[in-house]
């Protein structure tokens, strides 16, 4: 199964977002895990890779099994670790490899194209640092097709 993690990055009223050129979706930067990393280690890596910039006191807020299905057939599968920071050193990228690096405000994370999924626990990471954990399901379309996603602290649970 493969291991992905990214960040959310806030700053101020503001989040650091990557859009992708194949969908045009914003997403968390990050990457995936080679066989001989830790979590942290691939994140800080990844961040840096994407970003330019070095994150400090990354705190981990969510952890996700991401899965695809082909006509009820489980054709992909993954985890993805979301950590949370505030503070982190450097300038970002003017030109990231992987994308076009923008700030968003907090207010608008539910609203930007993206992963179904993403928009659903971004702004809760943002504003609360609350830690989420959830599977989330999408056709080959990338249709969410149904999700989970609770609060460890046991305030709600979604289901559809």
């Not at 009223?13 to 942290?40: F, N």
């Not at 809760?124 to 999700?147: D, K």
Request: hydrophobic share 40%; net charge negative; aromatic share 10%.
């Amino acid at each position: 199964m493969q291991r992905v993690v990214n960040c959310i990055l806030r700053d101020r009223d503001r989040v650091l977002l990557l859009k992708k050129p194949r969908r045009g979706w914003w997403v968390a930067p990050g990457g995936k895990m080679k066989p001989t990393e830790s979590i942290m280690d691939t994140l800080l890596r990844e961040y840096e890779e994407e970003t330019g910039l070095q994150l400090e006191n990354a705190r981990l807020c969510g952890v996700f099994t991401m899965c695809v299905e082909d006509e009820g057939r489980l054709v992909k599968e993954w985890m993805l670790f979301t950590f949370f920071s505030d503070r982190y050193k450097g300038t970002p990228l003017e030109k990231s490899e992987e994308g076009i690096l923008a700030w968003h405000p907090v207010s608008s994370l539910s609203r930007l194209p993206a992963a179904a999924g993403d928009r659903m626990f971004w702004e809760r990471i943002a504003l609360r640092q609350e830690f989420l954990v959830g599977r989330f399901v999408y056709s080959s379309e990338e249709e969410l097709l149904r999700h989970t996603l609770s609060s460890l602290s046991g305030t709600e649970e979604i289901q559809s």
